[in-house]
């Protein structure tokens, strides 16, 4: 089914209405209650009464996920009386990266999540599994409202604990799961070491995300638990998961652009790219309350297409990402930079050591190494004080990355020094 | 009274203390005493030899990671017994043991302990007072 089917399958015409419309709104308000947002349009010369449509967006400055940190936490919170819920993820240095929404949000993040659910193939009434994470990540509440909202039965399973998911899902008969790609990958092993067959699972059709995934990938699961693999596309900053999803005909990922309005730009020009080619994603949140943006830099690589689709929708498609204009990673769906470990052994040490980022895919789950050169000025005789040591980045690390790392100390020299830009990350995945 | 000893970090490849021994014997330095303490990843060659500045500074300038410790030499008859009257002073007298290894010397049916305490000067008092013989720099390098 669609679930808006007056909005998904609008002309291009009426949806450039509506965008114009809300860019207008977007700009006043943002003139009136965002400080941060004031200046940068003052520095640009532009006056709320010269956004006149949506043409006009190009003319705005773009935001970018530094912007955020250097409000930290509330700055770019436009209305924060009204902020119903918050979430954090990582920052690239430092700080974690602040969300807020209020009660519009919510209900704007829950009627996306129930075009993406919808467009996924799923039916009210069905029942869905949510196995992202709850709490600060957005990925479980975000499925969560999506799900109420559209008259599915949620067991919200959260992350983790496979066996129960396993036991769960063959008590209850869920037709839908939510999760990340690796993790359905996880619960295979999982599943047939329990010595149940994957093929016979309730699961029909699954909701993946938070993290890149290739069609290699997508085969392995239709065809170990005999369902449909769709994506879903988000970023916290936007709103979390239900920027974009993929129909049954996983041909694009439908993005909603009467809310969420999307450019694909060369990221070194700022310029917009033709159809189809490979550009950074940019949308602008048109309708958003808590903290709106305007042309934020997702740095998601990705082509776009305004093509109508077989199922009908007009929304335009992007592709699957296709990489990253910066050096972000994504390990078990959480976003890490290598400048917040940086900061954490910057911190510790007073001066950065060497160290490298060694991530891995063992079991389906990712694991992520840090490597630290040990100089004379941490290193002891004593084996407690070293493990102490590595114990204390460990903690720090794991305090501001939320997820586990293992730390491992090294000779100096050991890693390896190129000129020019040192390599910080090897990434051994096979995704 | 006290020593200095060496340790060298080491990581956890195979070879790794081959490296170091060869590289000493190379550059003509003998190692009196040693022990590997280890970890998960990583492990830490101490040892003892004649001149430690002079090995510190060879093996820093070839790329280790060295620390020098200050350590204290015990001699320990060599019998039943004999390393027990020895922490049995120490233990009389509060002192903490981060860690400890031994050698025998054959050539003087003397057994030696290194000791490795919190306080290596209050401890040579102590085993002074006890009537431990703690080992002279000198008596040390002469072996």
Excluded at chain 2, 18 to 31: A, E, H, M, R, T
């Amino acid at each position: 089914m669609i679930w808006n089917e007056p909005v998904e399958c609008a002309s291009s015409t009426k949806i450039k209405d509506i965008q114009s419309r809300y860019l207008k709104k977007l700009v006043s308000n943002l003139w009136k209650n965002s400080p941060v947002y004031r200046s940068k349009l003052n520095a640009y010369g532009i006056k709320p009464a010269q956004i006149k449509s949506i043409d006009d967006i190009k003319r705005l400055p773009f935001t970018v996920k530094d912007d955020l940190r250097d409000s930290y936490p509330f700055g770019l919170f436009t209305n924060f009386d009204k902020t119903a819920e918050i979430h954090v993820s990582s920052g690239t240095t430092g700080n974690p990266t602040v969300v807020g929404y209020t009660k519009e949000d919510i209900k704007l993040w829950s009627e996306v999540i129930a075009r993406s659910l919808a467009c996924s193939g799923a039916e009210p009434g069905d029942m869905i599994q949510v196995a992202y994470g709850y709490g600060l990540f957005t990925g479980g509440l975000g499925l969560h409202y999506g799900a109420l909202e559209m008259g599915l039965k949620v067991i919200p399973t959260s992350s983790g604990q496979t066996k129960r998911q396993l036991k769960l899902m063959t008590d209850f008969k869920p037709r839908i799961l939510a999760c990340t790609p690796s993790y359905a990958l996880f619960m295979l092993d999982e599943a047939r070491a329990l010595g149940m067959d994957p093929r016979k699972s309730s699961w029909e059709i699954g909701v993946f995300g938070a993290e890149p995934w290739s069609e290699s990938m997508r085969h392995q699961i239709e065809h170990s638990w005999n369902m449909l693999a769709t994506d879903i596309y988000g970023l916290s900053e936007i709103i979390g998961p239900g920027v974009a999803q993929e129909c049954t005909h996983k041909i694009g990922l439908h993005l909603q652009w009467d809310v969420f309005f999307p450019e694909v730009i060369d990221p070194k020009t700022g310029k917009e790219v033709k159809e189809g080619e490979r550009g950074e994603l940019v949308i602008t949140t048109l309708t958003k309350q808590g903290i709106p943006l305007l042309r934020y830099r997702t740095r998601d690589i990705v082509t776009i297409t305004y093509d109508k689709c077989q199922c009908g929708r007009t929304t335009p498609r992007i592709s699957k990402i296709l990489g990253r204009t910066d050096d972000m990673l994504i390990i078990r769906g959480i976003n890490v930079f290598p400048s917040q470990i940086e900061y954490v052994l910057l911190k510790i040490e007073g001066t950065l050591p060497h160290y490298l980022l060694v991530v891995d895919r063992k079991n389906n789950l990712d694991i992520l190494e840090v490597w630290v050169e040990v100089d004379e000025k941490m290193f002891s005789d004593e084996i407690k004080q070293l493990r102490a040591f590595e114990n204390q980045i460990k903690k720090e690390i794991e305090n501001v990355l939320g997820i586990d790392v293992l730390v491992k100390l090294v000779e100096p020299k050991t890693i390896e020094r190129s000129e020019g830009k040192a390599k910080r990350v090897i990434d051994k995945r096979k995704i | 009274m006290t020593h200095i000893q060496l340790s060298i970090f080491l990581e956890n490849k195979k070879g790794r203390l081959y490296d170091v021994c060869s590289f000493l014997g190379k550059q003509g330095i003998n190692i009196r005493a040693l022990t590997v303490a280890e970890s998960d990843n990583f492990g830490v060659l101490r040892i003892v030899v004649k001149d430690p500045h002079h090995a510190a500074v060879v093996l820093k300038e070839n790329g280790f990671v060295v620390h020098e410790t200050e350590v204290v030499a015990v001699e320990v008859d060599d019998k039943p017994g004999g390393l027990s009257k020895v922490l049995e002073a120490i233990s009389k007298h509060n002192i903490n043991v981060e860690y400890m290894y031994g050698f025998v010397e054959p050539a003087i049916k003397k057994a030696m302990m290194i000791f490795r305490f919190d306080d290596p000067a209050k401890a040579v008092n102590a085993l002074k007072e006890d009537k431990v013989r703690v080992v002279s720099k000198k008596d040390l390098g002469d072996l």
